[in-house]
């Protein structure tokens, strides 16, 4: 079954760690990474969910026989040895799996080293990879891995000393499971790594960060007994016991769980080396009842926006874990969301795919998304600074989902996105822009363009600034297209600053724009003709200090039409422009004259105000050195 070519001494494999992973466990083993106990919960994390695997396995595939009340951990010492063992009788791993789950550090993605980082740098990198097996490293000398698995014969031992790689080879492990033997390393002046040989403090690290384990994690621990109670003697004895409550986290009532419990678990079982933003406990009971403990992460997975990022929760039926990511139970635009479900409702024997069909599972996660939606809405309302840190880190997603699905979900989201204010200089959502409108105020005015300082400098934002309206600059290039399925938002409709139709003269100006394009339209057309990319020329109010802008007609605005140009299928989506010329503005009288008396200079004047528009809108120019030579010739006049 396996053709593995030996290499003496029964080695079957002997590799050197990828280069990047070399790297990682050499900045791990001498870190940094202050708190060394973790390596225990992540060593019993592993172990757990290899005991829930096998489990699910017997259940669905009839060859394995697991009884449940025989699956557990055990730990064990030895002080004279220095060795820590921690033995679980799970799924185990082939020669394969050892490779490659043990093999790889940093499973994804390139890691951007430096020299001389600094520890927070270096924290952060090892943090972005999860912490995971490689943190027993940080304790350990050597560690032996022997594991025998469920769809192997044979069994392999993996052995590694650090940074220099691993062997692998042929082992006599009988016992499906894996067993991991840890070479603890000598005790130095700051730091004494003989605790973790201590009977007491492997009790307490157990308490404090694995208690909530559904499997039993057993270890010998010594009783003293009082043999004679006036000469306070004291016989001792040995027995194996359970050290943890067994009680998972999501089942004790939140009253009895402290943010510190809840905290510690979100980050063994989610691998984030972050507190959770928000933690998120309910128990419903009903047609379908279920306990739910849901953890808004405080940052983005570094996989988060890459294809490999799978969204889910993890789905238990009465303790049993059924499945580790169930995507039903999320919307997208929620995806962030890390968590876990338990219902006795559900049934553990159905296939994965008739779940998924459940309506069970549908209610669930109705349920679910309701109930992040208000926690949100609330942490808006109530504690701003925090949700709009939040919303820094995945309002992206929610913008997402106001125009995904051709804006199914837009009513359920509109209230939690926000918009960067102008007059506040913050982010602020819809409902607070419409309560602070102006008397006579129409519409929510927005503007976009790539960062607010280039918004600021807009020349179509004055007009609106001065009559003291507020505008939601747009940076993100989602916030246009969200805002467009929005369509409006109490009854307010939304108007792009840079569309040709402001409307915000009084009836005096706009007659006198309307004669003014009127009395010179041979000029604007003439002008329009020099123009690549322009419906119209005319002449307007809107500007008070520039010249020119663009402006535009219909849905498509200047900034949607850079998304579209960026995209890789050219739909050839275009917005309809239109050059406005500030008819206040001395270039006019200028314009006018040459028109007059000399036509290819007033050409060249053209071409090179339709290019600062262009410049100020933020498109490229595509005839560079022709407009580079016009400005030459006209200056050097
Ligand atoms: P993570 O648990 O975050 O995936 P780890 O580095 O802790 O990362 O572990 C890597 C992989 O090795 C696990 O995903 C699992 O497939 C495998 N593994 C680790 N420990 C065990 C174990 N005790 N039994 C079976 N497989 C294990």
Redesign the pocket.
Known sequence: MNCTQKLGDGIVAKKEFKSESKRLLDLMINSIYTNKDIFLR??I???S??LD?LYYRSLTDKKIKVKKDKLEINLSFDKDSRTLT?V?N????TKE?LES??GT?A?SGTLAFKENMSQDEKANIIGQF??????AFMVSDKIT?T?L?VDDDASYVWESEGVDGYTIKEAKKKDI??E?VLKIKEDTDEFSYSKYLDEYELKNLVKKYSDYISFPIKMEVTHHDLVDEEKHEYKDHKEVETLNSMVPIWKKSSKDVSDEDYDNFYMDKF?DYDKPLKVISSSVEGMTSYKSLLFIPSHAPFDYYTQEYEKGLALYSNGVLIMDKCADLLPDYFSFVKGVVDSEDLSLNISRELLQESQGLKLIAKNIESKIRKELETMMKDDRETYISFFKTFGVQLKYGVYNNYGADKDKLKDLVMFYSAKHDRLIPLSEYVSEMKEGQESIYYASGASIDKIKALPQVEQVRDREYDILYLTDYVDEFCITAIQSYEEKNFKNVSDENLDLESEEEKEATKKANEDNSDLLKDFCEQLTEVKEVRFSNKLKSHPVCLTTKGDVSIEMQKVFDAMPNDMGIKAEMILEINEKHPITKKLKALYKKDKDEFNKYAKILYSEARIIAGLPIDNPTEISQLICEVISK
């Open positions: 992540e060593l994390s592993n172990a969910d290899a695997k921690i679980d799970g799924c185990g791993m799996e789950n043990l550090i499973k999860g912490v995971g097996f490689y943190s891995v594991s698995s499971g894996t991991i691998s």
